[in-house]
């Protein structure tokens, strides 16, 4: 066991490694999901067969010693050097290899579950969701919000809520699913979205916004309009570029693209069933359903809600909207 214990826990380093370096893509749904997987086997082996070996073994251990020093008593010898509970503890004692498997299942099963099934942390890696989210910021994603899905393949369990326009939503990215990003949802199912000119309209009725002060960004040193929308329930704050052209460039050839209308002014796309269209805050500077099309409902991550970490701003924990 110690020779193939060494061979797996080298797989699971090599495998790391080489997601590291680039080497591979890795997948950390599916390596906690392995993970908790070996760790468990181990576990029931140690329960029910390594630890009973064990026990049974320091159990004949002590009966020996016992024997042992009932016969040296009656030869009048009272004195002896075997430490029956020292000796006991030896062979009780897990070896490394379980150490390393069975010891760790109880913790890699609460985070499997904890991840799968309640909340996963994201770092937000780019601005196109600033001002709500800041690169650099440490979120949490709800979920079960939108219905609980079995990790790695993403089957669906539960029904959950519908998402609703203005939730800030994690999902897996339509052309490149082992990606998560994170966008604002703009559209549900069977709405037109426009975004002409830079104004945002859907079902042929403008989505009410008010300037407020403009926002400075210290990557780019450089200040930006700001505006505040109201998108169903939620009121948010998003960015304008003013150097950064209405029209869409380079959109990809995505499924449902004849729901799109492409023009010099912007866009108007019909979202299919079972679809979402997203937008970032950072409005010009955000690749979003634009671009690359709709986000389907098998996509969905889960609904982010709180900053519970920024190491360059305490100020930003907190919840969003």
């Known amino acids: 066991m110690q020779v193939l214990t060494s061979a797996v826990l080298a797989a699971f380093v090599g495998y790391i490694g080489a997601w590291y370096f680039g080497v591979v893509e890795g997948n950390f749904a599916l390596l906690l999901f392995l993970a908790t997987v070996v760790t468990g086997i181990y576990w029931l082996l140690e329960r029910f067969y390594f630890?009973?070996?064990?026990?049974?073994?320091?159990?004949?251990?002590?009966?020996?010693?016992?024997?042992?020093?009932?016969?040296?008593?009656?030869?009048?010898?009272?004195?002896?050097?075997?430490?029956?509970?020292?000796?006991?503890?030896?062979?009780?004692?897990?070896?490394?290899?379980?150490?390393?498997?069975?010891?760790?299942?109880?913790?890699?099963?609460?985070?499997?579950?904890?991840?799968?099934?309640?909340?996963?942390?994201?770092?937000?890696?780019?601005?196109?969701?600033?001002?709500?989210?800041?690169?650099?910021?440490?979120?949490?994603?709800?979920?079960?919000?939108?219905?609980?899905?079995?990790?790695?393949?993403?089957?669906?369990?539960?029904?959950?809520?519908?998402?609703?326009?203005?939730?800030v939503m994690v999902f897996r990215y339509p052309p490149k699913p082992s990606l998560d990003y994170i966008k604002r949802v703009v559209g549900t199912p069977g709405d037109e979205v426009a975004y002409l000119n830079k104004r945002l309209t859907i079902n042929g009725k403008a989505i009410d916004t008010a300037t407020v002060p403009e926002f400075f960004d210290d990557d780019a040193m450089r200040y930006f309009k700001q505006y505040e929308e109201s998108l169903g329930q939620h009121k948010h704050r998003l960015l304008n570029d003013d150097d950064r052209p209405a029209f869409v460039p380079g959109a990809d050839d995505f499924v449902f693209k004849q729901n799109c209308r492409y023009s010099i002014e912007g866009v108007v796309c019909k979202v299919p069933q079972g679809h979402y269209f997203m937008m970032g805050d950072n409005r010009d500077n955000s690749l979003d359903s634009r671009y690359w099309g709709f986000v389907p409902d098998k996509n969905i991550v889960g609904k982010a809600f709180f900053v519970w970490m920024n190491f360059s701003s305490l100020k930003r924990i907190g919840a969003f909207d």
């Open 51 to 167: 630890l009973p070996q064990r026990q049974n073994t320091a159990a004949q251990l002590e009966s020996q010693t016992l024997r042992r020093r009932e016969e040296l008593g009656k030869l009048g010898i009272s004195q002896v050097d075997d430490n029956i509970a020292e000796a006991r503890g030896r062979i009780l004692a897990q070896p490394w290899w379980l150490d390393w498997t069975a010891g760790l299942f109880p913790v890699i099963i609460a985070v499997f579950f904890l991840r799968s099934f309640l909340f996963e942390p994201f770092k937000i890696p780019s601005g196109s969701m600033i001002p709500t989210l800041l690169v650099g910021d440490l979120i949490l994603v709800n979920k079960f919000h939108y219905g609980l899905r079995l990790p790695v393949i993403h089957t669906k369990l539960t029904e959950g809520n519908a998402p609703q326009r203005g939730d």
